[in-house]
T-cell receptor
């Protein structure tokens, strides 16, 4: 019973490189989210999805893209990484008005 | 708009009580409370829905004042395990299905 699994757990990138973060959930949840967490700022929503094949922008979407081709997976892409994107990224999944279940996070540093 | 949490931080001795507040300028549908320990993922504590109900989890309880658009989290007879950062997440009437906006967090330190 894995819940929400994020890969990778850590990554260091150089400015301008691209990468994809993977989130997988095994609870058959409809809703999935990508957040970033910076010191003193709580969780800020980047993008979210209300079902397979759908995505929508959150509070801080610039510089990120997402895809949800399969219900269980939600991918977050950085096309051209910038130092301002250094952060801890959390994925979460949820059923309507139920708790959000979070993955363990991905710690991303961009040099 | 992000909900406002207060205080930003609180230091307690074991056995003491504390209250954390979460306020919004929007009409709320639900308030979620999570606790996060350093280097870990947020963990769900409880949900309060529109209707002003009060809920409890061990010696942690919460209330939701619909008229004031405010929720309060009560830590009673605190234990060392209560240390961490507490976040409220709120959904308004247009996102009643569950999309949340999170507050900046309240850091709680419980000392022996």
């Amino acid at each position: 019973n894995a819940g929400v699994t994020q890969t990778p757990k850590f990554r260091v990138l150089k400015t301008g490189q691209s990468m994809t973060l993977l989130c997988a959930q095994d609870m058959n949840h409809e809703y999935m989210y990508w957040y970033r967490q910076d010191p003193g700022m709580g969780l800020r929503l980047i993008h979210y999805s209300v079902g397979e094949g759908t995505t929508a922008k959150g509070e801080v979407p610039d510089g990120y893209n997402v895809s949800r081709l399969k219900k269980q997976n939600f991918l977050l892409g950085l096309e051209s990484a910038a130092p301002s994107q250094t952060s801890v990224y959390f994925c979460a999944s949820q059923e309507s008005n139920q708790p959000q279940h979070f993955g363990d996070g991905t710690r991303l540093s961009i040099l | 708009q992000q909900p406002v949490q207060s205080p930003q931080a609180v230091i307690l001795r074991e056995g003491e009580d504390a209250v954390i507040n979460c306020s919004s300028s929007k009409a709320l549908y639900s308030v979620h409370w999570y606790r996060q320990k350093h280097g870990e993922a947020p963990v769900f504590l409880m949900i309060l829905l529109k209707g002003g109900e009060q809920k409890g989890h061990e010696k942690i309880s919460a209330s939701f004042n619909e008229k004031k658009q405010q929720s309060s989290l009560y830590l009673t007879a605190s234990q060392l395990s209560y240390s961490g950062t507490y976040f409220c997440g709120t959904s308004d009437l247009t996102d009643s299905w569950g999309k949340l906006q999170f507050g900046a967090g309240t850091q709680v330190v419980v000392t022996p």
